[in-house]
C-alpha cells in the first residue's frame, strides 16, 4: 500500500449531494430533491441529548498513563461542572492546567538561575556578562578607567574573590 490516508483509501465524497452550492439549488431542482434536501437538512440537526459521552471510548481513545496524568484536572471539571457548566468547566480544566505548567516552568528556571551559576568550581552553568557603562565627556565620573587591572582579572569567574580560611 501507500501512504495512510484520511479516507483508508477511498475517495472522499460530499453526504450532502450536488444541492450543497446554492447555485445548483437555484439552477431548478425536481420535488424527489427537494424531499431528499428536506430530509438531509433534518438529519443534520443534533438530538438535545447530544453530544453523549461513551466511557469506554475515553478509555479507548487515551492509554492508561495520559489518563492518569488527567486524573486530577478531570476530578475539577467534574465538580464544578453543575455550577458553571460544561463548557466552561473544560475551559477552566484547560487553563488550570497550563497555569500550573507555566508556575511549575518559572521555579524551575529560578531554581536553576539561583542555584548553577557558572563560576571557577564548575564547568557548566549559565554565565552572565556585564557590559561596561558608557561614559561621555561631561560626565561627573569621567574619565572612569577600567577596574580590572591585570589580565588574571579578565577570565577569572569569581575566582580572584575567594577568601580563603587558612
Known amino acids: 500500500m501507500g501512504k495512510a490516508s484520511n479516507t483508508g ?6 453526504i450532502a449531494g450536488r444541492y450543497v452550492d446554492e447555485r ?4 431548478g431542482m425536481t420535488d424527489a430533491e427537494r424531499t431528499f434536501r428536506k430530509q438531509w437538512l433534518k438529519d443534520q440537526e443534533l438530538s438535545p441529548n447530544e ?3 461513551v466511557p469506554e471510548m475515553y478509555k479507548a481513545t487515551y492509554n492508561p498513563i495520559r489518563r492518569a496524568y488527567r486524573w486530577p484536572l478531570d476530578q475539577l471539571a467534574k465538580a464544578i461542572e453543575p455550577v458553571v457548566g460544561a463548557q466552561r468547566a473544560y475551559s477552566i480544566r484547560y487553563f488550570t ?3 500550573f505548567l507555566g508556575v511549575v ?3 524551575w528556571f ?11 568550581t564548575r564547568k557548566g552553568g549559565w554565565r552572565v556578562l556585564e557590559s ?7 560626565d561627573e565620573s569621567y574619565p572612569k578607567l577600567s ?13 580572584n574573590d575567594v577568601k580563603l580560611n587558612l
Open 147 to 159: 577596574d580590572k587591572l591585570k589580565g588574571s582579572d579578565y577570565g577569572g569567574r569569581g575566582f
Open 51 to 53: 453530544p453523549r459521552r
Open 132 to 138: 561596561r557603562v558608557a561614559v561621555y565627556e561631561g
Open 9 to 14: 483509501g477511498v475517495k472522499p465524497m460530499s
Open 110 to 120: 529560578t531554581y536553576y538561575f539561583k542555584y548553577n551559576k557558572s563560576d571557577w
Open 24 to 27: 445548483e439549488r437555484l439552477f
Open 97 to 99: 492546567g497550563k497555569i
Open 105 to 107: 516552568g518559572v521555579y
